[in-house]
Each structure stands twice: as C-alpha cells, then as structure tokens.
C-alpha cells in the first residue's frame, strides 16, 4: 500500500456512500406512497437507536447522530415535495434509465428487479409512470414484456426511441490486455459479438448491463469487463475502454411508458393488442380495415398467448382526435375476439 | 529470393498492390501521412491533426505506444493515447497511423486505428508480424535499422502468409559509418523495392535524417524516385515536443512543403509523360 492506492481505495468508497445514499433516498420516495405524512417519530427513534448500537470508536455515537440527522432531514424534505415516480427493470445506468430520463428528466427514475416489478409497481401506485423495452433492431422483441402487456390494463403514455451504444468497461486499474471476459445481459452481448470475438473476450450473461457494471465495481472480478451504457462508467468509477463496441451503427431500443391513467394525451402514434379467432382471413380482415383508412402501421407482431391463441400488437401514426382512426378502431373492435386501445401517445427519439 | 513467394513480382508482371484507406488510395495516390512522434496530450494531438489536414494531408500519424531508446524517456500514452486519435479522426475524418509494438495490442490497436505501424526495432519481432498477419488492418512495415531488403522482404512475407495482403514498406535510414546525420535515407531502396516487389513503399525523411533542414529536400528526392508517399512528423509546437523534438517540423513549414510536392508531383507526372518542360524554363548547364 502506497498513499497513492489508499487515496483511490477511499475515491471507491466515496462512491459506493453516494450510490448507496441515493438507494436509500428512493426508498424514502417509495416508503412515502405507504404513509401519510413524512413525519414518524416512533421510527425515527427505533431508527436512530439501530444506528447506535452500531457505534465503534472510529464511527461513535456522536458522528452517527450527526449524519444520519441530515439524512432523515433530508429524506423527510423529499417526502414532504411530490415527485413523479418511474420503474424500470434494472440497476441505475440501464438503458431503460435513460430512456425514462430521455422521455420525461423532472421523473425520479426508480430501479426494479423484474419486469413484473415493473408493471405491479405501477399497478398498486408505488410508481406513477413504469418504462420498459418492447423491441430493438438487433434483438427484435422482447418477448417478456410483450407477454406481460397481453394481460395487463395499464395504458401506454409515451414512447422512446433510443439510439443504444455499447461501451466496454473495467477497473481503472485494469490492463486491457488482460481482459479476458465481459459480463452483461445477453442481448447487449450479441449486439457486441464481433467485437468481442475480434479482441479474444468472452461473453459471460450477466441479469442486465448496468447490473453487470455495478456488480464489476463491488466485486472486482480478475480479467474482466462489462458491456454497457457510458452513463455507468461515472456511476460506477470504471474506465471506458472502448466507446461504440456494438457491430452495427444503426442499434435502437424502443421503449413504452406505462400508466394506470385513463385519459388519452394528445398523440400521434396508437398501439393495439388484438386476437380473433381460429378462422381463415380473421388477421387479413384487421389489417384491411387499416389499410382502407389510409393509415400507415409502424409495427405488428404476433405473440402466441395461449395455446391455440396469438396476440398481434399493432403500432400506427394516427391520433385517436382522427375520425378515420377512430372509425378503424370501432370498425376492428367488430372483427376482433378481444380488442384493447393500449394508448394514443407521442414517441420521442432520445439522442 | 526464392522463398519471396508473397512479397515479389516473382519475375512475372502482376498487379502492384493498391490499399485504399478512407479517401486515398495508397500504391497509386501520392500519399502524405503527418502528425506527432507522441501523442503527448489530447490539446496538443487535436491542433497538430487539425493543421496537417488544413494543409491538405492525407493521414494523420501518432504514437500511442512509444519504443524508446531509453527505458526512463517518455514511453507514450496507451489506451488512452489511442482514445485521443479516435479523437482526432472524428473531428478531422483523417485516417490513422499508429505502431503497435506488443502482438497482446494488436486487435486493440485495430480497433482505433487505420493502419498498423511496425517500428524498425520491431521489424523482425515474429511474434508481433505474425499477430499482424491475422488481422486485415493494413501494416506499414518499417525497415529495421540494420536490416537488408532481402531481410526486410522476408519480414513482409511473414505478414503475408498469415493472410493479411494489406502491406506498406516504409523506408526510414539505416545505420552507416556516417554519422552526421542520425540515420542514412537509402532512397536507392524505392526503385529496387518497385523492381523486385509488388507492396507500395513510402519514406520516412524524418527519421530518415533527424534534421529538420533536410528534410524537406529527401521528401521531395522521395518523389523524385517514385515513392508511394512520405511520412513525416509534424508538431504544433516542436519546442515543447516530449520525443524527437529535433526532426519535429512546424506546421507553417509542412504548409510550405506540402506546395512544393504539388508542383513537383505535377511535373513528375509531365515528365514520366514524356513532355519536357520547355527549354527557356529549363535550366541552363553550366561549363
């Protein structure tokens, strides 16, 4: 040990502290969906009592209650403000994060495990708004979401269209030639594939890229490296090696924003989850009343939803203010087993 | 010559071999590739790259990975140097030459870089030329400071016959008795390079004499004998150079240069045609 190596070993926990009180800063946000009102004097002092049986000589009484008073000082003031919530699937620096702070940045991005964390938290109002991806141009769907939005009510308010690149990232210290294997969600890894067979490093599935990154910084695996969004590589203190590793240039995620609201916002794209039945022409019949409107799909895909049963998504330009949308929509309803307006909403395209 | 089975004509008439790198087309464009020896800083690389290519160079040159003399001389930047040349492409869209001197950098440096550089204390490291082999980045294959052609042809077959047709010969002065001069440019090597072998060759005049008062006259002598193109360092500010800070030529100088190999590459090419320039032009012999 040098100063030099002890002063980086305190810049990493210095890191580790701010992320960490961040996770706990959301907490707070979503504990405040459970309560009343910010103040609870019974847990404060449970919690402050917790605290000191922690106390050591370096970290004494004293200290703690100095810290920790501003952070539930803080933590109540931000109870005490409103704040829109977003799910997403993942570890801070994910993509979906980015494409939620792309669609609205005054929302507090909040992560989640899964995607079914994601449509709940929505559901039950711990989170106002959820984001999460349907397809990308190297990928194609995401199967997982689109399954769960068959079944779902929430209603889609936004879209994002979000330009994906890929960085390769390690420790600082790392040498990059010893390299030897790259961890993330294996979707990332394909879009990546070339590069990494080009540079000898291989892949190794990790639950999502940020994740991946987060779990690099913490854990210090020997030889290795993440994928994923340059965004992580301040989050987590790791060195970008290599920018754009992804194989093709053209590589975009589209991501839904979910809603328990009603109410359609003024739009310019709709999105339609059909069936029909087991019968010749039943899919031809949906499309033609489309077709004969004039009006341009952006996107269809069949899921199968039950044994037997497919689930086409239809995506279209077209605001549900339109008559003709309106009229292709009552007209589809008619020649449909089960028909769902998912949303009229506006897609931006993130830089 | 025998065993040159890849590097020469081998006495037939076939194709020269033409490697296109963005715009240019080397083998067959006079190509001009300048830049920094190092890249020291990333202010520094981006105002070198932004007057070479303001004055019409083809190609920016840079050393990320620095093999020096001395163990304590600066030993360059790295990752991070080649970070800088992508950089620097972006902002200029010039192509970029760098060495790499270790066979573990070699995919790495392929990924920043348009062109690989073998230093000449490297010509012969087999290991290194056969990593470049494996690859299709082309390689500019500097002649090793003590080394033959029929040495430094050998060293291009290794590339060759790993599968990586992509070769440029760079002649940059050999060691002699003379010693006025860091090295010797052997500017015979680039017409016997064009009889014997079918790779392009390009000079290093600045390496080649180590002077920054000649080198302008061997770029233009490199011309003159048929050279596909020169390499040449360049620095924004020679006096602050960290590596060869005394064969560093300013950019109002390359400027300078870079309109005489105009006139002189328009005329070579009236010369080659047959059409001499007329004789009141011409100068008069002197008895």
Not at chain 1, 158 to 187: M, Q, W
Request: proline share 5%; with cysteine.
């Amino acid at each position: 040990m040098n100063l030099d190596r002890i002063r980086k070993e305190i810049d990493r926990v210095d890191t580790r502290l701010l992320n960490l009180l961040n996770e706990r800063m959301a907490l707070v946000l979503e504990a405040r969906r459970y309560k009343d009102q910010a103040e609870d004097p019974k847990r404060e002092k449970a919690l402050f009592g917790l605290l000191e049986e922690r106390a050591t000589r370096l970290v004494d009484k004293a200290f703690i209650g100095k810290i920790f008073e501003a952070i539930v000082s803080k933590s109540k003031a931000l109870q005490d403000t409103d704040h829109r919530l977003v799910g997403f699937q993942g570890k801070h620096g994910a993509y979906s994060e980015l494409a939620a702070r792309a669609w609205d940045p005054e929302t507090v991005p909040i992560p989640t495990t899964s995607f079914e964390d994601v449509f709940e938290g929505v559901e039950s109002g711990l989170f106002d708004y959820g984001v999460v991806p349907v397809e990308n141009t190297l990928g194609g769907s995401v199967d997982q979401v689109n399954r769960l939005l068959i079944r779902s009510d929430l209603r889609i308010v936004g879209a994002v269209e979000l330009p994906v690149h890929l960085c390769l990232l390690a420790l600082p210290e790392t040498d990059h030639r010893e390299i030897r294997a790259a961890y993330s969600h294996p979707k990332a890894l394909a879009q990546c594939r070339l590069f990494l067979h080009r540079n000898r490093i291989e892949p190794i599935h990790f639950s999502d890229t940020a994740g991946a990154a987060k779990m690099l910084a913490e854990e210090r695996p020997r030889g290795a490296a993440a994928v994923a969004s340059k965004a992580c590589a301040r989050l987590y203190r790791l060195e970008i090696l290599k920018e754009n590793i992804e194989d093709l240039d053209r590589n975009v995620t589209r991501f839904v924003v979910l809603s328990r609201q009603t109410q359609d916002l003024e739009g310019h794209k709709c999105s339609v989850v059909f069936s029909t039945e087991h019968k010749a022409g039943t899919l031809y019949r949906v499309l033609e009343i489309f077709a004969g409107q004039g009006i341009n799909l952006t996107r269809i895909e069949s899921i199968p939803a039950s044994p037997g049963e497919y689930a086409f998504f239809l995506d279209f330009l077209g605001s549900t203010e339109e008559d003709k949308v309106r009229s292709a929509l009552e007209q589809a309803r008619k020649v449909t087993s089960r028909f769902r307006l998912m949303g009229c909403y506006k897609e931006v395209r993130a830089s | 010559m025998e065993k040159l089975r890849l590097a020469t004509c081998n006495g037939g008439e076939g194709k020269r071999t033409v490697i296109p790198v963005g715009d240019v087309r080397i083998g067959e464009d006079f190509v001009v590739i300048a830049g920094p020896c190092s890249v020291e800083s990333e202010a520094q690389t981006l105002r070198t790259a932004t007057a070479v290519k303001a004055a019409g160079a083809h190609m920016l040159r840079g050393g990320a990975f620095k093999p020096r003399t001395s163990p304590y001389d600066f030993q360059g930047l790295g990752l991070q140097g080649l970070k800088i040349l992508e950089k620097a492409k972006r902002l200029t869209g010039l192509p970029v030459v760098t060495e790499v001197t270790d066979p573990r950098d070699v995919s790495w440096v392929c990924e920043y870089a348009d062109v690989l550089q073998i230093g000449t204390r490297n010509m012969q490291n087999y290991s290194l030329l056969k990593e470049t082999g494996k690859v299709r980045t082309p390689v500019l294959l500097k002649r090793g400071m003590y080394s033959t052609l029929k040495e430094w042809l050998h060293c291009a077959e290794y590339i060759l016959a790993e599968g990586n047709p992509n070769v440029i010969l760079c002649e940059r002065g050999i060691r002699t008795f003379e010693t006025h001069n860091r090295n010797t440019l052997d500017l015979g090597i680039v017409p016997s390079v064009k009889e014997i072998s079918h790779l392009p060759i390009v000079v290093d005049p600045s390496h080649g004499t180590g002077r920054l008062s000649i080198i302008e006259p061997m770029c233009l002598a490199a011309l003159a004998a048929g050279a596909d193109g020169i390499l040449i360092e360049v620095h924004c500010n020679p006096q602050e150079a960290l590596c060869d800070r005394d064969q560093a030529m300013p950019p109002d100088m390359f400027q300078s240069l870079m309109e005489k190999l105009f006139h002189l590459q328009r005329a070579m090419t009236q010369v080659e045609r047959g059409h001499i320039p007329s004789s009141r032009e011409a100068p008069v012999a002197i008895h």
